[in-house]
T-cell receptor, first 114, second 114 residues
């Protein structure tokens, strides 16, 4: 069965510091992987997705993620945090060849301090 | 309004009452989804629909009923609300059923069951 684990329910960084949000997945077949962001009182917005075309995926707002099959990971990074990056981030997995059902991680709330 | 909308945005009800949450999308997407968001669980799929008059259960369907008579609407009904159904509910849509398809989320409905 598919599952997603996000390490750290809360992450706090200083403005300008590196952002690293961790995601590990479990899937019996090659997966598609997604990162969504949720700003306060809003719905989820797609940041980026991995579809096997390239292991390093660039998304919106300067975020990127690297697919590492050997580590079953898809960590999200941004070189320099902005105050506007404060939000909740969700990693999700969907099986290739399968129906469009997303399995979400529990989420990581990112706080950015001046 | 273009996009995907949910109503009401906030709802307080009492145990045992019937509640219907509305979801409307203007893209003519064939697939629609209902999720609930709870602390520590991320988002969990309640029901999904591949087209008008085609619906199926997700991970946590008990206590919920859906219908889809028109492509653009996908209401979710709690037939007899319970406190455990206090949650934030998100509707989403996608233009295909393949695992690669992005899901677009509405702003959510915050439901409190007293």
């Amino acid at each position: 069965a598919q599952s997603v684990t996000q390490l750290g329910s809360h992450v706090s960084v200083s403005e300008g510091a590196l952002v690293l949000l961790r995601c590990n997945y479990s899937s019996s077949v090659p997966p598609y992987l997604f990162w969504y962001v949720q700003y306060p009182n809003q719905g989820l917005q797609l940041l980026l997705k991995y579809t096997s075309a390239a292991t390093l995926v660039k998304g919106i707002n300067g975020f990127e993620a690297e697919f590492k099959k050997s580590e079953t990971s898809f960590h999200l990074t941004k070189p320099s945090a902005h105050m506007s990056d404060a939000a909740e981030y969700f990693c999700a997995v969907s099986e290739t060849g399968g129906y469009n059902k997303l399995i979400f991680g529990a989420g990581t709330r990112l706080a950015v301090h001046p | 309004d273009a996009g995907i909308t949910q109503s009401p945005r906030y709802k307080i009800t009492e145990t045992g009452r019937q509640v219907t949450l509305m979801c409307h999308q203007t893209w003519s997407h064939s697939y629609m989804f209902w999720y609930r968001q709870d602390l520590g669980h991320g988002l969990r799929l309640i029901y999904y629909s591949a087209a008008a008059d085609i619906t199926d259960k997700g991970e946590v369907p008990d206590g919920y009923v859906v219908s889809r008579s028109k492509t653009e609407n996908f209401p979710l009904t709690l037939e007899s609300a319970t406190r455990s159904q206090t949650s934030v509910y998100f509707c989403a849509s996608s233009d295909g059923g393949r695992a690669i398809n992005e899901q677009f989320f509405g702003p959510g409905t915050r439901l409190t069951v007293l």
